[in-house]
């Protein structure tokens, strides 16, 4: 039987690290020219055999993005929107969240089954009549605008979240700290919410690199260099010269690195996080 | 408790009997702790019902209406989805999107799967493995489009001139404009950057599947194959339908690989819903044909909706 097992497994590693080295290349090779793209000069870029190990570095095409193109704006204009998203879900969210798992009060139930079957309505259904509603309030073009499109996503989904996570605060602490005269709203404010610091600190994250990576509600409300974020000025900048190539990776690098530092960060909640707590470990 | 004991004995002293039935049925009625409830529940409900039961509301009305951009719009009843049913191109779109989702979901599934056995496995640099194996999924998806876009570029592309030069192919492939080729090179992108989330989900439900299991089935002589089919597979089954159900919601109503890669061409052949909504109601300036559109796949969306729901539902009680 034992002999049996080690031919098993012989067998499955002897299949599996080619596969684990065909994956790897696949997963890891589109970042490798991405990256020496926005590293090589035009010259090296645009030739009939293209260069795979690049002969020749240059900052230009950084250079160009930072300097010499709308893109310091788009990047101001996502920070102002995904940080104020945060902000104000957090709020909506951990206010919701206490009253459904702490309170009692008629239609509680009926509110979480809203929220999570709102988590579930996708974007494309809603940016139509929230494109209307927001082209009524003379809202197009504006952050205020988009982190208003944006709490649709991220309300649902931090009050979800923190619902989760409150429900593990044992209840004791916060009766205890009642009975010595502390109200509902400073035992929120002092037993629950710093016993759910980490929580709330990768719910932040969570929404902030939702909002920073969102698509179509940025394509749909925004138009001018002034309110455009930086995914709809990626893909806006096509059009606006011919080698575009080495500028475009160099900005897909810049507007990359804040949500990979921050899922590397946060990677241990992040399978728990995206499912919303519906997969467990 | 605590509180209901406090706040019962308030109402028994004797100088809040005035009005004190009524507040009390009201707190029969509404629950112990309503007020500060409702109090803490609006701003939420500010946003559900404004920002998106409102909305909801109001794309179904505007799929009844013929209603162009700063127009005047006017009551259609059906007329948009009964010519939306008459036009070929809804059809197509309909085709693509039913293709584009389960192979996506399908491929994500196997692929997932696959790479979550083999790091399951005591490797040597297995977290760092998981780490790098999780980056196309970390990555915004409009970065991802441009990079294969790059790559698939008919000219100056890598894909062509590396399957050139290995003699895979004996002319440069057009990966995004071919009609034979243009979905399945979208779909190879859209695997690519959401296999990782299956990979982290399935890593986690094995994780969860007790050691002992598999020490029990290989008493009982069980092979790989059989311990994989009888242990592995049912301490899957809930990660694999929740993950799986997500994943077609997320998978079918994600415009940007195709309006990055293709645009929905040629000829619409890669066209999906979301592109198509998109399309219709903000360059086409149709806002009721566009919501039409939208709502016409929601028939669908609704049953995927209300199945995942359930199941969250059922996991976050449990």
Request: hydrophobic share 35%.
């Given at each position: 039987m034992n002999g049996s097992k080690s031919i098993q497994r012989s067998r499955w590693h002897f299949f599996s690290r080619p596969v684990l080295a065909i994956g790897l290349l696949w997963t890891l090779f589109p970042f490798y020219w991405l990256a020496s793209t926005a590293l090589k000069p035009n010259d090296d870029m645009y030739r009939p055999e293209p260069l795979l190990v690049p002969q020749r570095l240059t900052l230009d095409h950084f250079q160009k993005v930072l300097f010499d193109s709308h893109f310091p704006e788009y990047f101001r204009n996502s920070t102002v929107i995904a940080i104020s998203t945060t902000v104000l879900s957090l709020f909506v969210g951990i206010l919701a969240a206490y009253a459904i798992v702490r309170l009692d009060f008629k239609g509680k139930n009926l509110l979480a089954r809203v929220l999570i079957f709102s988590y579930l309505v996708p974007p494309v259904l809603l940016f139509i009549p929230l494109f209307e509603l927001i082209y009524k309030f003379d809202m197009l073009n504006s952050l205020q605008g988009l982190t208003f499109a944006y709490l649709t996503f991220t309300v649902p989904f931090t009050t979800w979240l923190l619902m989760g996570y409150f429900r593990t605060v044992p209840v004791d602490l916060e009766e205890a700290a009642m009975v010595d005269g502390c109200n509902r709203v400073s035992a929120l404010l002092h037993i629950t919410l710093p016993l759910s610091a980490p929580a709330i600190v990768v719910t932040a994250l969570f929404s902030f690199t939702l909002s920073w990576n969102e698509f179509l509600y940025a394509l749909t409300f925004t138009s001018d260099a002034a309110s455009k974020t930086v995914t709809v000025g990626l893909a806006s900048?096509?059009?606006?010269?011919?080698?575009?190539w080495g500028v475009m990776m160099a900005a897909s690098v810049l507007i990359a690195i804040p949500p990979v530092v921050l899922y590397l960060l946060g990677q241990r909640w992040v399978v728990s996080g995206l499912t919303a707590g519906a997969v467990k470990a | 408790m605590t509180t209901g004991g406090r706040e019962s004995m308030v109402a028994a002293s004797p100088e809040s009997t005035i009005g004190g039935p009524r507040r009390r049925g009201l707190k029969r009625l509404l629950g112990r702790d309503y007020q500060l409830a409702y109090l803490m529940i609006a701003p939420s409900l500010l946003v559900l019902l404004g920002l998106i039961g409102f909305p909801f509301v109001r794309a179904i009305s505007l799929s009844l209406e013929s209603q162009p951009i700063g127009g005047e719009g006017h009551f259609v009843g059906f007329d948009n989805f009964a010519s939306l049913l008459q036009d070929k191109l809804w059809w197509l779109t309909f085709k693509n999107t039913l293709f584009y989702t389960v192979m996506g979901v399908g491929l994500k599934t196997v692929v997932g799967m696959v790479f979550a056995l083999i790091l399951h496995?005591?490797?040597?640099?297995r977290t760092a493995l998981r780490a790098l194996l999780f980056v196309p999924w970390s990555v915004p998806i409009v970065v991802d489009a441009f990079v294969w876009r790059w790559i698939y570029s008919d000219l100056n592309g890598i894909l062509n001139f590396v399957l050139y030069r290995l003699h895979i192919i004996d002319q440069y492939v057009l990966?995004?404009?071919?009609p034979k080729i243009v979905l399945w090179a979208i779909i190879a992108v859209v695997v690519w950057q959401g296999t990782p989330f299956y990979m982290m989900n399935f890593l986690a439900g094995l994780q969860s599947i007790p050691e002992e299991q598999y020490e029990a089935s290989k008493i009982d002589g069980a092979s790989a194959l059989q311990s994989f089919r009888h242990v592995t597979l049912p301490g899957l089954t809930s990660v694999l339908i929740v993950v799986t159900l997500l994943s077609t919601i997320w998978t079918s109503n994600e415009l940007q690989f195709v309006y990055i890669l293709s645009s929905g061409g040629p000829a619409h052949l890669s066209e999906i819903f979301p592109t198509l909504a998109f399309f219709t109601s903000i360059?086409?300036?149709e806002l009721g044909m566009g919501a039409a559109v939208a709502l016409s796949f929601f028939p669908l969306m609704a049953s995927l909706i209300v199945l995942a729901g359930r199941f969250m539902l059922r996991g976050a009680e449990a």
């Open positions: 900048t096509v059009a606006e010269d011919v080698f575009f | 496995q005591k490797l040597k640099g990966w995004t404009s071919d360059p086409g300036r």
